[in-house]
């Protein structure tokens, strides 16, 4: 789990019928803006992806495409900037170019995500073996130059995954989401071996271009200018924004920041990981914290989190 952030769920559950009558989400992440105010664009990416260690590849890319979109409100980006870091022309390339080192490492990373959650902390987390080998087997064969993935691969993810849908309660969609996850690990090992031949279909699996017009704001465009990125995990999208600002000699610096994760959006209350924990029902506590961490699992944070638990003697009015 990432260092960059805790959550802490409360349950308020009715012993004697067993039902969850309230969830509360508290998800504290640090105020990046403050780490990166007045850093140089380059020194802040690397370090918001040193900050996020599950997707540090995806905070990278993001964030560098970010830089790039505000740098392309002053005009041509600088050289530092990889080319896959700005959005794609509007007319079709006759020749797709390969994809580039950040978005290898995002493709490598979502696959990996996915295997270990598939391979390692869904089956603890319902009582079989992980096979944690099988996990790193498959790591060291994606980040060879030309992965082969073979169909015998793609069925032992198959039938791994009927073996946990069997062992997983279906409440509060918990088996849903777990099929989610089986075919989107699916998707990734094809698009791992897919990249080096069909560079151009798989750079969208790997982060969406955003808009190609970005806003400038400040007193003037010299000075100040704005951009987003857009990168995946294997949670969902990720979005970083970035505001540069330009002194008299033309150094830039940062002068905000700001990031929207997927675990800031489902972990939040009245959102669906709330939804799904008020929808539980159980026999006693042990059960009811092993029906919460199975749900939280399928929905997968990128934190760390702690499970309270309050028994409540009458219904709500």
């Excluded at 952030?5 to 509360?24: C, F, K, M, N, P």
């Excluded at 794609?88 to 390339?93: E, F, G, L, Q, V």
């Excluded at 092993?290 to 499970?307: G, I, M, N």
């Amino acid at each position: 789990m990432s260092t960059a952030g805790s959550i802490r769920i409360d349950l308020r559950y009715h012993r004697r019928s067993g039902e969850v009558r309230g969830a509360t989400i508290g998800l504290r992440r640090p105020d990046i803006e403050k780490l990166l105010l007045g850093r140089t664009p380059e020194d802040a990416a690397d370090l918001v992806g040193t900050l996020h260690a599950v997707c540090g590849a995806a905070h990278r890319l993001a964030a560098h495409r970010a830089i790039a979109a505000a740098r392309a409100c002053w005009g041509a980006p600088s050289a530092e900037v990889d080319a896959s870091d700005l959005p794609a022309p509007s007319h079709a390339r006759t020749t797709p170019q390969p994809l580039a080192p950040r978005e290898r490492a995002v493709l490598l990373e979502i696959a990996q995500e996915h295997l270990t959650r598939l391979f390692i902390d869904w089956p603890e987390a319902v009582g079989l073996p992980v096979q944690p080998a099988l996990a790193l087997g498959w790591r060291r064969r994606m980040r060879d130059a030309d992965p082969a993935i073979a169909p015998s691969d793609i069925d032992a993810v198959v039938r791994h995954g009927k073996t946990l849908l069997l062992a997983v309660p279906q409440t509060a969609g918990i088996g849903k989401r777990l099929s989610r996850r089986i075919r989107e690990t699916i998707a990734s090992l094809m698009a791992v071996n897919l990249a080096g031949r069909r560079p151009g279909k798989i750079r969208g699996f790997v982060a969406p271009a955003p808009p190609a017009a970005q806003a400038c704001i400040g007193r003037s465009a010299d000075q100040r200018a704005s951009g987003f990125g857009r990168a995946r995990t294997a949670r969902g999208e990720l979005v970083h924004r970035v505001l540069l600002e330009r002194d008299g000699s033309g150094r830039e610096t940062v002068a905000g920041w700001g990031l929207d994760a997927p675990t800031d959006r489902l972990f939040v209350n009245q959102g669906p990981v709330v939804e799904a924990l008020e929808q539980l029902r159980a026999e006693g506590d042990a059960q009811l914290r092993q029906l919460a961490a199975l749900t939280v699992l399928s929905f997968d944070p990128c934190f760390e989190y702690w499970l309270a638990l309050t028994e409540v003697e009458e219904d709500d009015a």
